[in-house]
C-alpha cells in the first residue's frame, strides 16, 4: 500500500540551528512529493513540490528539500531556523499524473527553542 | 485574490445529526478536494470533485458525500454523525491538469458530541 511516513512526532531545536524534518514514502513508481506547514488552528500552506528535474528543490520561507530515490526519501531542511518557523510539518505524495488524493504523514511538530 | 474558504469556521452537533460543510475554491481552479484531519493526524483524503462530478474517493463510508454547483463551490455532507467523526475538515481546490498543486482552506472543526 501506498505510504508516507515521518519517523520524527517532536523535533525542538534552537533559534539560528540547522533543521532537517524526515520523509520516506513507499509507492510503486516515484510520485509527485510536497511539504506543507500548519501553524495552529491554520490550514495547510505548501512550503514546495518535487514532480521531476533538479533534486535539490528551493522553496518558501528559506526551506530546501533533497529527492533520493535510492532512500525513497524527500527531506525537508533550513540552514537557521527562526522562531516563527514553529509549526507542524507534513510531507505528502500522489500518484504521478494524478492531482488529488494526497497522501499524507503524521506530521513532525517543530519547537523552537529561544 | 481570495483564496480558499469554507464556512463555518466551528461546528458543534450531536451524534445521529447530518452535517453539512462549505466550500469555496481559489479564483480560477475547478476541482476541489476534501480531506479529514483528525486530532494528532495527517489530512486523509476523502473524494475530489471536477465538473460537478465524483472524480476520486479515498476510504470513507457512503454516509460522506458531496456535490460541486456550476460555479465550482462544493459542500460535504455527513449523515448519521459519529463521535470519531469529530475533526478539522480541509477542503483544497487545484486546477485540472498535470502538475497542478492544491491550495488549502483554513478548514471547519466540526464536533459530535
Known amino acids: 500500500a501506498q505510504s508516507v511516513t515521518q519517523p520524527d512526532i517532536h523535533i525542538t531545536v534552537s533559534e539560528g540551528a540547522s533543521l532537517e524534518l524526515r520523509c520516506n514514502y513507499s509507492?510503486?513508481?516515484?510520485?509527485?512529493l510536497f511539504w506543507y506547514v500548519q501553524s495552529p488552528g491554520q490550514g495547510l500552506q505548501l512550503l514546495l513540490k518535487?514532480?521531476?528535474?533538479?533534486?535539490l528543490v528551493q522553496g518558501i520561507k528559506g526551506f530546501e528539500a533533497e529527492f533520493k530515490r535510492s532512500q525513497s526519501s524527500f527531506n525537508l531542511r533550513k540552514p537557521s531556523v527562526h522562531w516563527s518557523d514553529a509549526a507542524e510539518y507534513f510531507c505528502?505524495?500522489?500518484?504521478?499524473?494524478?492531482?488529488?488524493?494526497?497522501?499524507f504523514g503524521k506530521g513532525t511538530k517543530l519547537s523552537v527553542k529561544p | 485574490d481570495a483564496g480558499v474558504t469554507q464556512s463555518p469556521t466551528h461546528l458543534i452537533k450531536t451524534r445521529g445529526q447530518q452535517v453539512t460543510l462549505r466550500c469555496s475554491p481559489k479564483?480560477?481552479?475547478?476541482?476541489v478536494s476534501w480531506y479529514q484531519q483528525a486530532l494528532g493526524q495527517g489530512p486523509q483524503f476523502i473524494f475530489q470533485?471536477?465538473?460537478?462530478?465524483?472524480?476520486q474517493r479515498g476510504n470513507f463510508p457512503d454516509r460522506f458525500s458531496g456535490h460541486q454547483f456550476p460555479n465550482y463551490s462544493s459542500e460535504l455532507n455527513v449523515n448519521a454523525l459519529l463521535l470519531g467523526d469529530s475533526a478539522l475538515y480541509l477542503c483544497?481546490?487545484?486546477?485540472?491538469?498535470?502538475?497542478?498543486?492544491?491550495?488549502f482552506g483554513p478548514g471547519t472543526r466540526l464536533t459530535v458530541t
Open positions: 483544497a481546490s487545484s486546477l485540472t491538469g498535470t502538475n497542478s498543486e492544491q491550495y
Open positions: 509507492y510503486g513508481a516515484t510520485p509527485y
Open positions: 518535487y514532480f521531476s528535474g533538479d533534486t
Open positions: 505528502a505524495a500522489c500518484k504521478r499524473g494524478s492531482q488529488g488524493n494526497l497522501i
Open positions: 479564483s480560477g481552479h475547478d476541482t
Open positions: 470533485y471536477y465538473e460537478e462530478e465524483e472524480r
